[in-house]
């Protein structure tokens, strides 16, 4: 059963990553950024494998926010987490695998390649050249052809080096080889020796591209299905924001066409190592070596890279695993597959990304069990605080139960009374179930069982109720009665609940508990709830039930006997009139089930029993008798099936 959202607990936020159009989805707020310059304005992403390794980025762009949000009951942490696309920098061509030398050589000529150098401006390229070089730089760098990649770095322009650079940064998570590691740190050193100066925008692009690479690395899903899994699970996310439909609808185009990028960029380098459809398990010494480059760029950036760089890539890092983590098998977060981001995160923290305990708490809510488990392994061995508590309410809020025993056996959480209260009060049964399960309190049990019967939840309270200790429930019978009807906004569903099931498993004790409340002057006591138990659940209810019982009766004899109905009802066999006189009255108690009547009906019941067979059942408790009795004369076709209180044949 899917749990009713309802109000979020507290700290709700969403995740994400950064460049050219930015899409920031933070915890109920979308904020949508588009480039302004005409020329990259006008290159849609394509289909094309070859327009999507390669990308972009504009200094120069204004911004068009458009923002929308709406308050979330009890929410008390934002976070700024973005999400990114970038456009393509070629045309239709295929990427090869390699390319001549002497087509680079061209390249270079017609470039006038004297014009740039390390420290010098240049022309700006055209987007052709662009595109040219940068097509050829991608095809040189997955051919490990180095010298050949360091050549046309000296025909890049700045824009043209920093898409260098993220090209080569984003290839460290295919490495294989040590000659492969130096061949790519030598190249990525030369690119920012010659210029390049977007770290930012390499650092949160390959954070997502390594989330996504780590995410692949399994057996159970192709590639073709994993865009498939995370187009789902991001229209899933959108739809828990507020806002307008069509700003969600262009937010998640965007960010599933970045996707698309990295899972192609993935596919791409696959074949080039041979696997057409998904990239191989790394070793552990593959993982060492891409691990070693990425400090290594960390190394060569310095100061140029922020403590906010570093949140921001940590963000873009956890946001993929979120999406996939409907695909991973449990245990991922130990095995190899998770290793290099697990290394990759930790290298973000010791940079200063301070958002560890806010991506916690999104993938908590999300459900995402293994990178709460990776998160957890990185704030112990960083002696890092996360709210394990808080993100218990996360999990438990959106029904995320292996997130919940994740979090209680490894995170040590211990506050169930908040989450398994809110369980109770939006009838959530899976949630409140585990937590029963699980071992919760006295006390606690009986705030649940409270919050079920305030909010009529009555599958829930019917749950909870043998579970709650006799003697909890006799101690705060009063205050629990109080409680329930106070909070039940005009229902007393609930309360009726407690009194038909005798929750004192005592009919006098049950009855002296509804009795006190409605003849209370407390003038803390709602005034509804008190006139509602002196109408039917007071002793006085019951002598009013009485006087029905034989108002009722005598009306129906004068009806009888004098009524000018066509039909003579005295001609009509016993039965039928009884089943005339007292079927209603019937009816009413069959629906209210329970083991107790309220005292209402248990006066009129007592009533018709010693009109009709001159018995006095009027001892509480007396509802399987009464019933009987009252069968005995009713025809058969009208006896509820399986009363069990008698019947007359």
Wanted: proline fraction near 3%; aromatic fraction near 8%.
């Amino acid at each position: 059963m899917e749990a009713d959202k309802g109000p979020l607990p507290e700290g709700e936020h969403e995740n994400g990553i950064e460049t050219e159009i930015q899409v920031l989805v933070t915890g109920n707020q979308i904020k949508v950024e588009e480039s302004n310059d005409p020329e990259i304005g006008t290159a849609e992403m394509e289909t094309s494998e070859s327009e999507s390794l390669i990308m972009n980025n504009e200094n120069e762009h204004e911004t068009d926010d458009v923002a929308f949000s709406g308050e979330k009951a009890e929410e008390g942490i934002q976070g700024d987490l973005v999400f990114s696309r970038e456009k393509p920098l070629v045309g239709n061509g295929d990427l090869g695998i390699s390319v001549c030398s002497c087509d680079a050589e061209k390249l270079k000529s017609r470039l006038d390649v004297s014009d740039f150098g390390p420290g010098k401006n240049g022309k700006k390229l055209s987007r052709q050249d662009r595109i040219d070089v940068g097509r050829m730089f991608q095809s040189a760098v997955s051919s490990h052809e180095w010298e050949l990649a360091e050549g046309l770095i000296m025909a890049a322009d700045p824009q043209t080096l920093n898409d260098a650079l993220c090209i080569s940064l984003d290839s460290i998570w295919f490495l294989g080889t040590e000659s492969e590691l130096y061949g790519i740190t030598g190249l990525i050193k030369k690119v920012i020796d010659n210029g390049a100066y977007d770290f930012t925008r390499a650092a949160l692009r390959t954070s997502f591209l390594a989330s996504c690479v780590s995410a692949c690395q399994r057996r159970t899903m192709s590639l073709a299905d994993t865009v498939s899994v995370m187009a789902q699970r991001l229209h899933e996310r959108l739809q828990e924001c507020t806002g307008d439909e069509v700003l969600k609808a262009e937010a998640g185009a965007k960010v599933q066409k970045f996707t698309e990028w990295a899972l192609k960029c993935i596919s791409f380098h696959a074949r080039c190592q041979g696997n057409k459809d998904r990239v191989g398990n790394n070793s552990s010494l593959e993982v060492q070596l891409q691990l070693s480059a990425f400090r290594t760029f960390l190394d060569l950036a310095g100061n140029r890279l922020t403590g906010k760089d570093f949140t921001e890539a940590f963000d873009a890092a956890c946001f993929p695993l979120t999406l996939f983590s409907s695909s991973f098998d449990p245990g991922w977060a130990s095995g190899i597959s998770a290793s290099a981001i697990q290394g990759l995160l930790s290298l973000l923290v010791e940079g200063g990304a301070d958002n560890v305990n806010q991506c916690f708490l999104e993938a908590s809510r999300f459900g995402s069990t293994e990178l709460v488990r990776i998160l957890l392994q990185i704030a112990q061995r960083n002696s890092l605080d996360v709210d394990v508590d808080l993100a218990l309410g996360f999990a438990s809020h959106y029904g995320k139960i292996g997130t919940m025993e994740c979090l209680v056996e490894e995170g040590n959480a211990v506050a169930f009374l908040g989450p398994l209260m809110r369980a109770a009060e939006r009838d959530c049964m899976p949630v409140v179930h585990w937590f029963v399960q699980r071992g919760c309190r006295d006390m606690e049990l009986c705030l649940a069982l409270t919050a079920a019967t305030s909010s009529s939840r009555i599958q829930v309270a019917s749950y909870l109720l043998p579970h709650v200790p006799q003697h909890v429930l006799a101690a705060l019978s009063i205050e629990i009665l109080k409680a329930a009807g106070e909070r039940s906004c005009g229902s007393f569903a609930g309360v009726e609940f407690l009194l038909y099931s005798d929750f004192l498993l005592d009919p006098a004790a049950t009855y002296a508990v509804a009795e006190s409340i409605a003849m209370s002057d407390d003038e803390a006591i709602d005034p509804e709830l008190r006139d509602f138990l002196r109408a039917y659940w007071s002793q006085e209810a019951f002598y009013i039930g009485l006087n029905e019982g034989q108002l009722h009766f005598t009306n129906v004899v004068k009806i009888m006997k004098w009524g000018n109905s066509p039909i003579s009802l005295m001609d009509l066999p016993a039965q039928l009139r009884v089943a005339i006189t007292y079927l209603p009255l019937y009816r009413e108690v069959i629906k209210a089930r329970g083991t107790l009547l309220s005292q209402r009906h248990r006066g009129q019941l007592v009533e018709a029993c010693w009109r009709l067979a001159g018995v006095c059942l009027d001892e509480v408790g007396q509802k399987k008798e009464l019933l009987a009795e009252l069968e005995r004369h009713l025809p058969a076709f009208l006896v509820s099936t399986g009363s069990g209180y008698g019947g007359n044949g």
